[in-house]
């Protein structure tokens, strides 16, 4: 009789089947968190937290920032940051790998949708009458089309 390949398999056949990528998945985690860690102590908290170890693969470390001005100045610090790591135990480091990669931000700051969403709106300050007819003055001397801008905002100012 030939084998079901559908039927339901047991759960104990599953995990054994995954426990040895599981287990190094856990252990490249584990190798990304220290690296991340040395990544910290060398940068400080301030540009710590605008980057991020991404992989480690064959002696080359992948560094991810959060944008191109921060990545120009991790390169700056790229050698000093390789002796860093090499005096840290990582003999095996051959080279540093910068990229600029907007979407780090969301990856290193998880909390960051949750804050946006939370945020109270900014405190809306009044128009003050000096303020309004200042607008008006500069009006005055305003092509036409900006003219009417200046007066209806100064408008806000009259309420």
């Not at 584990?30 to 690296?35: E, G």
């Not at 840290?88 to 700051?109: C, D, F, H, V, Y």
């Not at 946006?116 to 128009?127: I, Q």
Request: aromatic share 4%; charged share 20%; proline share 6%.
């Amino acid at each position: 009789m030939a084998k079901d390949r559908f039927a339901p398999k047991p759960l104990n056949d599953i995990m054994a089947g995954l426990s040895g990528r599981l287990s190094s998945y856990a252990g490249k985690s584990q190798a990304l968190d220290k690296q991340q860690t040395l990544l910290s102590e060398f940068l400080g908290a301030n540009l710590s937290g605008k980057c991020r170890v991404s992989n480690y693969r064959d002696g080359t470390l992948m560094i991810e920032a959060v944008s191109a001005p921060i990545a120009l100045r991790l390169n700056y610090l790229k050698m000093d940051m390789l002796s860093h790591f090499r005096g840290a135990g990582m003999a095996e480091l051959g080279q540093i790998k910068i990229t600029a990669n907007p979407q780090a931000s969301q990856r290193l700051s998880p909390n960051n949708a949750s804050k946006t969403a939370n945020a109270t709106p900014a405190k809306k300050l009044p128009m003050s009458e000096q303020t309004a007819d200042y607008l008006n003055a500069i009006a005055a001397d305003a092509p036409p089309s900006l003219k009417a801008k200046l007066e209806k905002l100064a408008r806000h100012g009259k309420k």
